[in-house]
């Protein structure tokens, strides 16, 4: 992750620009933006985010995800002198061209009229200079809430935020760093912000049809968060609802002890295909495409298994393409129409 | 995970390939061998594997040995059948109950020693899946705490309160240590451990003239947070000062083993493992499965474990590295936490049309196996690791050579006649005990 300083950011003449969203992650200082950052982008565990220091200005950093999509993720420091650089000096510079806000309430500050008076303030800039921007809201540390009051305190944060947001639709999430709740909130929004996506959604599902899969998950290589995701009507029957995080997480989870093991950094891909065959289903995880890896989930057989695993390959190329539009050439239309045909 | 149950495989081997290793046959003999003479012989099968031929050698040699375990429970044995004889001399007709037949054969593990040295964090971390952190929470032991765990091998873990002098005459010391498996004694590492180890002294000088065969275990515990050196100083002078205050009481040679442990990573099971593996009489056999398996599937470390504890109750004869026994300890978490998010119960209708068109097959037998299997192939020198279920409690984990994901059909068929092969050898002890 580089730290750049906010003057040299954009180029004057980005051509791609919409393709450019910036992602300002922002809120009181120690409510938790970094260590968020750390843990979905650059694979920390959540122990080690008790060495991060506190952030200075903006650190930037930019994430290449699926579909051509680089994020541009500002981690804007929370320190006082800080925010108020921001709604002042730096205003147009950091509030123009925003895609999407990522507001952070520490559940346990002690002093939320104050946050929420600073809330207001950012709104307010907001608004000002990118008004189609989303707004999510992470009401973060929930794990240092008793959990018979977590829904009610929740929600009451989540009614003053709302109050406070203007024209803004808010999207709110319950989040703690110590269990799945963050790849829930991130995976919802990184969801919003990846191009291509109904495109590709459809073509999971034709695959998944194809293969009698009960269910498909695409997710992103380097974070495990799942942007894209088909489910059978059986499949939609699985009790297990969170499911979509909880996986990102034991994926991640196992992604450290391999680093561990082999000795290779944490951000290296670490693994290129897992299967699994049980008495009622079978499942596997493979490299899919430059940015990807797909989760399948199907009935018990070992036929199915291996037809399946034999039709992923080869829809591999169509997906490729809607991976990195930009890398499409000439030849690439050819092996298009091959895999389509095939 | 599934029972055991019996399986049809209907995996075919890759055309051109050959199926190199252990034939069925031969696993059967081993284990029919093995637990059907009474002389403990043990035979020796090597299988070679041999590129492109179908050629499986057999070595038997007649090595006649009794693992370290069998002579342990053997002697405890003995020593029960001693004490009860003496007993019964004394006259006493209301003499001591001999060993009730449904606790033969379930050895137990005593957890004992100070107060907040970690007994029963050690317990619900090991055998309850506690996590570490969650142990801070724990209460003072005030009674007794009697586990039974229903595993592979079912045995008792008793944790003790850190205060009790059991060794005051009111206790019935056969009815602690008359079944005993392993003595556990705990000792804080991080605090000052000299009454520590006068307690355990004492202990065993006392228990020494009636019962000389307890293994002793002691787990020099919480050494999370220490270096390196600084355990290996505080190891090496616990073990000088309990061998010099025993060898004053004229107690020479006691078995005792020492252990370095902390629950905040594998440490605590890698010892679990090792007391445990004491207690399987048929450790050997396991491990001449296993060493087969790694010979003829070239797998550079096999481990079977159970898998509620993650304890590795056997491992091929190469030495044991803490890497990779973690990294197999870890891999069975994936697979329980996988198999918890899909493994939810299917409706019959659905299970039907499954097996309609155009299959018109079972489920169990569009399967190759009936038990779970997995695999993963990590991209760092394309290096393998595999699972497969033995039965209900057993898992077998190990981690392949580099590239030899593409040889995975045939190494499935060897694993699974080396998982029959296991599955047997529980299935007759498990008779045996009952029949004993
Ligand atoms: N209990 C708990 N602690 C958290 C959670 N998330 C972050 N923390 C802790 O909060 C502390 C501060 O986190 P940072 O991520 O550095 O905070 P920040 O928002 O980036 O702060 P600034 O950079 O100063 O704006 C760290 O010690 C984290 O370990 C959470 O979900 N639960
Ligand atoms: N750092 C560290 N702390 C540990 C470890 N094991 C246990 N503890 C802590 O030690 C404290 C006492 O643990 P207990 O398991 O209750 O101790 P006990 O031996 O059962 O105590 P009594 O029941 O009173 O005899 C708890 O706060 C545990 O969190 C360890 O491996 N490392
Ligand atoms: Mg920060
Ligand atoms: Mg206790």
Request: aromatic share 8%; glycine share 4%.
């Amino acid at each position: 992750m580089e730290n750049l300083s906010l003057q040299d950011d954009i180029p004057a003449n980005e051509p791609r620009k919409q393709r450019k969203k910036k992602v300002l992650l922002m809120g009181k200082s120690g409510s938790g933006k970094s260590s968020m950052r750390s843990i979905i982008f650059s694979n920390y565990v959540a122990k080690d985010t008790r060495r991060l220091g506190a952030t200075i200005d903006v650190d930037l950093s930019h994430v290449k995800f699926l579909g051509n999509l680089t994020l541009n993720l500002w981690d804007c420091g929370g320190q006082d002198a800080f925010m108020e650089n921001y709604l002042s000096q730096q205003r147009q510079h950091v509030f123009s061209n925003v895609g999407v806000l990522i507001y952070v309430f520490d559940i346990e500050s002690r002093d939320f009229d104050r946050d929420l008076l600073t809330y207001r303030s950012i709104i307010g800039a907001l608004s000002q200079f990118s008004s189609t921007a989303s707004v999510y809201i992470l009401i973060h540390k929930m794990d240092l809430v008793v959990p018979t009051k977590r829904e009610d305190i929740y929600n009451d944060r989540v009614d003053q935020v709302q109050a406070k947001s203007d024209a803004f639709e808010i999207t709110p999430f319950a989040t703690s760093i110590w269990d799945q709740s963050l790849y829930k909130a991130w995976a919802e929004i990184i969801h919003d912000l990846v191009p291509n996506l109904d495109q590709i959604e459809k073509h999971l599902g034709s695959l998944g049809k194809i293969i009698s899969a009960e269910e498909i998950l695409l997710f992103e290589r380097s974070s495990f968060l799942v942007v894209s995701s088909w489910t059978s009507t059986i499949g939609g029957m699985n009790p297990t609802t969170d499911r979509f995080e909880r996986l990102s997480n034991i994926v991640k989870t196992f992604k450290q002890s391999t680093s561990r093991y082999t000795g290779t950094p944490k951000s290296a891909e670490q693994f290129c295909h897992f299967e699994l065959k049980m008495k009622n289903f079978s499942l596997f995880i493979v490299k899919f495409t430059t940015n990807t890896y797909l989760l399948v989930a199907l009935p018990p057989g070992e036929t199915r298994f291996n037809s399946a695993l034999e039709n992923v390959k080869i829809a591999r190329k169509e997906f490729e393409d809607l991976d990195s539009p930009a890398k499409k050439g000439a030849d690439r239309g050819a092996t298009c129409t091959a895999a389509n045909e095939a | 995970m599934s029972t055991t149950s019996s399986i049809t495989p209907c995996r075919k081997p890759l055309s051109g390939t050959s199926f190199i290793g252990l034939e069925n046959s031969i696993v059967n003999e081993l284990v029919r061998v093995l637990f059907v003479s009474s002389t403990s012989t043990i035979r020796n099968t090597l299988v070679q594997p041999i590129h492109g031929t179908t050629f499986v050698a057999i070595v038997i040699s007649d090595v006649s040995y009794i693992s370290p375990a069998q002579l342990n429970i053997e002697r405890v044995y003995e020593q029960n059948r001693l004490i009860a004889q003496k007993k019964d001399a004394s006259g006493a007709l209301e003499s001591a109950p001999v060993p009730a037949a449904a606790t033969q054969g379930k050895p137990r593990l005593l957890l004992m020693g100070q107060r907040r040295s970690g007994k029963s964090s050690i317990s619900s971390v090991v055998f309850h899946k506690m996590p570490p952190n969650e142990t801070l929470f724990l209460e003072s032991t005030a009674r007794v705490q009697k586990d039974s765990m229903h595993s592979f091998m079912d045995f008792q873990v008793w944790d003790f309160p850190g205060q009790v002098d059991f060794l005051d005459p009111t206790f019935d010391l056969d009815a602690i240590f008359g079944e005993i498996g392993a003595l556990i004694w705990v000792i804080d590492a991080q605090d000052d451990y000299l009454e520590a180890i006068n307690r355990l002294n004492s202990t065993i000088l006392n228990l020494q003239p009636t019962y000389p065969n307890i293994n002793i275990e002691v787990f020099i515990h919480k050494v999370d947070g220490l270096s390196d050196d600084y355990k290996l100083d505080i190891q090496r002078d616990i073990m000088q000062r309990i061998q010099d205050e025993l060898s004053d009481h004229g107690v020479e040679n006691a078995p005792i083993n020492f252990h370095l442990t902390s629950i905040y990573n594998h440490s605590i099971f890698e010892a679990f493992s090792k007391v445990i593996q004491k207690l399987i009489p048929h450790l050997p056999t396991l491990e001449a499965l296993l060493n087969d398996l790694c010979r003829s599937c070239r797998f550079e470390k096999a481990y079977l474990f159970d898998v509620l504890s993650k304890i590795y109750i056997a491992t091929d004869s190469s030495p044991v590295d803490m890497p990779s026994y973690e990294i197999c300890s870890d891999y069975i978490d994936v697979i329980v936490d996988v198999a918890e998010i899909y493994g939810w119960p299917r409706s019959d209708e659905y299970i039907e049309s499954l097996e309609g068109e155009p299959w018109n097959k079972k489920l169990e037998d569009q399967v190759a196996c009936l038990d779970a299997e997995s695999a993963i192939v990590l991209t760092d020198m394309k290096r393998p690791i595999m699972l497969r279920e033995v039965n209900k409690y057993l898992a077998l984990v190990a981690i392949m050579r580099e590239g030899s994901f593409e040889k995975m059909p045939l190494v499935t068929m060897n694993v699974e006649t080396v998982a029959d092969g296991l599955t047997k050898v529980f299935e007759i002890t498990k008779q045996r005990n009952m029949v004993s």
